[in-house]
C-alpha cells in the first residue's frame, strides 16, 4: 500500500458565498464560515507560497477545514474554492470519528490492547503501566491529558527508533533522523535525505502494523519508489504486510479519535 495515497483518504483535495464573518490575520490567513448541509462551518484560509495551487483539507481527528492558497490572489479565490467542494467536505466532515479525551476512566488503545486510565497517588512516575495493563496517572486530575499524551508519544518514538535502527541495520543502512509527529495524512513518511517520520498514533496499534509502517519506511532508505525491490525488502522486514495494511484500512481512522483534551 502507498501510504503517501492515504492523504487523499484522509482529507485533502486539490483544485480543479460563504455566511461573511471573517476573522483577518496580518500573517496571511483568515477565517469564515461555510454552511454546509445546514449547519456553518469553521473554514481558515491560509497563505503558502510553497503551495502549487489551491488545496482544501479537513483534519481526520479535529474536522478543521482549511484552504491553502500558493498567492494572495489565489486567497482571494480560497472562499469561492471551499464552496465549490462543499460537498466532498461533508462527506470527509462525516468521517471525522467522534473524540475521546485523555481522562480518567476513558478507555484506549496501547499497543493493540485497550486499557483504562485510572489516577493513582504516587507511582513510577506521571504514567506507568501497571500489572493489569492499565495506565495509572499520578497529579492531579487537570493534568492527566498531557501526561498521557507525554507518555504515549514517548513510548512511540522509544519504540518506532528502536524497530527503525533494527530494521535498517537487517538491510545494510542507517536513517538520518527518526522523528515521531502528529501527522494527518501519512503513518510514516521518508525523505530524499534519509530522515524518517512516524505518526505517534503508531503507538496505539498493535506491533504487527506498527511493524509493517517501520519496514515500510525503512526500505525507503534504499528503494525510493514502490517497485518489485522495495516491496521484497519489505517483505524480508516483515511478513504480514497484508494484514497490516487491511488493519490500517479498518481501523486507521479511528486512531485520531485521541486528544488530550478536558
Not at 493534568?143 to 538491510?171: C, G, N, T
Not at 496505539?204 to 509493517?212: E, G, K, S
Amino acid at each position: 500500500m502507498d501510504l503517501a495515497k492515504r492523504a487523499k483518504e484522509a482529507g485533502y483535495r486539490s483544485e480543479g458565498k460563504l455566511m461573511r464573518k471573517s476573522l483577518a490575520s496580518r500573517h496571511g490567513s483568515r477565517r469564515e464560515l461555510l454552511r454546509i448541509d445546514g449547519r456553518a462551518v469553521e473554514v481558515t484560509m491560509r497563505l503558502n507560497p510553497r503551495a502549487r495551487r489551491l488545496i482544501v483539507k479537513v483534519h481526520p481527528s479535529t474536522g478543521e477545514v482549511t484552504v491553502v492558497a500558493p498567492s494572495r490572489i489565489s486567497l482571494n479565490r480560497a472562499l469561492d474554492f471551499a464552496r465549490g467542494e462543499a460537498p466532498w467536505i461533508a462527506r470527509q466532515l462525516a468521517r471525522v470519528p467522534e473524540q475521546v479525551a485523555l481522562v480518567p476512566g476513558a478507555r484506549i488503545p496501547f499497543r493493540g490492547v485497550e486499557c483504562s486510565i485510572l489516577s493513582a497517588e504516587t507511582g513510577r512516575g506521571p504514567v506507568w503501566q501497571d500489572s493489569d495493563g492499565h495506565l495509572r496517572v499520578s497529579g492531579r486530575a487537570e493534568h492527566v491529558p498531557r501526561r498521557v499524551l507525554d507518555f504515549l508519544k514517548r513510548e512511540a518514538r522509544k519504540s518506532l527508533e528502536a524497530r527503525s535502527l533494527e530494521f535498517a541495520s537487517r538491510l545494510g543502512t542507517r536513517p538520518r533522523h527518526v522523528t515521531v509527529r502528529d501527522t494527518a495524512s501519512r503513518w510514516g513518511s521518508c525523505s530524499a535525505n534519509r530522515s524518517i517520520s512516524y505518526s505517534w498514533r503508531l503507538i496505539l496499534a498493535p506491533a504487527f502494523v506498527l511493524d509493517y509502517v517501520v519496514a515500510h519506511e525503512t526500505a525507503h532508505l534504499l528503494e525510493m519508489n514502490h517497485g518489485p525491490r522495495f516491496w521484497r525488502l519489505v517483505r524480508s522486514l516483515t511478513p504480514e504486510i497484508s494484514s497490516a495494511q487491511s488493519w490500517l484500512k479498518e481501523y486507521g481512522v479511528a486512531l485520531h479519535r485521541y486528544a488530550a483534551r478536558d
